[in-house]
């Protein structure tokens, strides 16, 4: 399975270039003793070393010591070559299956964002493209096919060139 970078950075915004320079995060935030759904704020960031904020104490990452001081929460992470592949669909599925986040729409936001072609290009142009008249959508918002997804980057293609 191809992966399909740049992915843009949940915390600056910037291109994540290759699969190697991602960092995949969320945050436990189990507080008793229950292990369904204590998980939270699933992002895709750079790793320190192609973050353009590498300079700072966090870079792109979650600020561990005040997310625990403010909710008691403990940040974990994974390198972004853990979840692309089929493996690493794998494992997105299996944390669907045993329901461990929260807000289970973050893990298939992810799923979306590393598994479809032609996805991470277009998500953040969905509304706007829709509005414009790039396609009349035919299936649950943000779950477009490969032709909704085409017509949403020829309209953005278009936006740039006028």
Request: glycine share 4%; with cysteine; net charge negative.
């Amino acid at each position: 399975m191809a992966v399909n970078p740049p992915w843009k950075c949940d915390q600056c915004g910037h291109p994540i270039q290759t699969v190697e320079d991602g960092w995949v995060e969320w945050l436990n935030g189990m507080t008793d003793e229950r292990s369904e759904g204590t998980l939270h704020e699933l992002r895709l960031v750079h790793h320190r070393n192609a973050s353009p904020h590498r300079e700072r104490a966090t870079a792109c990452y979650h600020d561990e010591d005040e997310w625990f001081r403010t909710n008691r929460y403990t940040v974990a992470d994974l390198p972004l070559s853990c979840f692309v592949g089929p493996d690493g669909l794998v494992t997105l599925l299996a944390w669907l299956a045993d329901k461990r986040f929260a807000d289970p729409n973050q893990v298939l936001e992810m799923i979306k964002r590393l598994h479809v072609p032609n996805y991470e290009a277009a998500r953040l142009s969905f509304d706007a493209a829709i509005a414009g008249g790039a396609f009349e959508p035919r299936s649950t918002p943000t779950y477009y096919d490969q032709e909704e997804l085409a017509a949403v980057l020829e309209w953005m293609r278009e936006q740039d060139a006028s």
